[in-house]
């Protein structure tokens, strides 16, 4: 009996000697948007074009995206007996590749942070963008986005691009 408890004890020191493999997290939007285009789980990368030219589209997502995206969201509730307070810092990014394309990015700093891997510089990358001119009047937006969450900056994006003065979405 003594024999198999050791026994146990030495697989179970073994095991945790073993390091597991970290978990990747995108460090720049570019290792990101790889992520998406490679299929990763629980984003997608999507396609469309809206009747406007490039310098309008990038003048309404500069606008908006700093306006309704550039924010602090604060959060307190109670857990148990104990009041949590917690934030998460929105950080969008927008700029001009050349003289007719763009890159959009979005990115989040939640707090308290979690124990986990590390977290990029701005936060966690949950949206990004590239916008590109098809000549007088049309413009290409790709979004590489997730799938479950952020549906309202997503619809938003994809109104402000098309020209829509919409409200801004309601961030959690």
Known sequence: ??????????????????????IQVPQTRREF?????????????????V?????????NLQKKSSKCLNVQVKRSGFVGNQMEVSSSDYNPTLRKVGGNKAEFALQ????????G?????????????D??????GRSEVV???PTIGY?????????WAAGEDVDCPKLK
């Open 33 to 49: 948007v790889d992520a998406v285009a490679a299929g990763a789980r629980s984003v997608k990368m999507e396609t469309f074009v």
């Open 143 to 145: 979004l590489y986005r």
């Open 151 to 159: 549906k309202d900056i997503t619809r938003s994006l994809r109104q």
């Open 108 to 115: 989040v700093v939640h707090r308290p942070s979690g124990i």
């Open 51 to 59: 009747e406007r030219g490039f310098d309008e589209v990038y003048a």
């Open 117 to 129: 891997p590390t977290i990029p510089a701005g936060g966690l990358y949950v949206m990004a963008a």
């Open 131 to 136: 916008i590109r001119s098809l000549g007088k």
């Open 1 to 22: 009996m003594k024999t198999v408890i050791r026994l146990c004890i030495l697989v179970a020191l073994i095991a945790l000697a073993v390091p597991v493999p970290a």
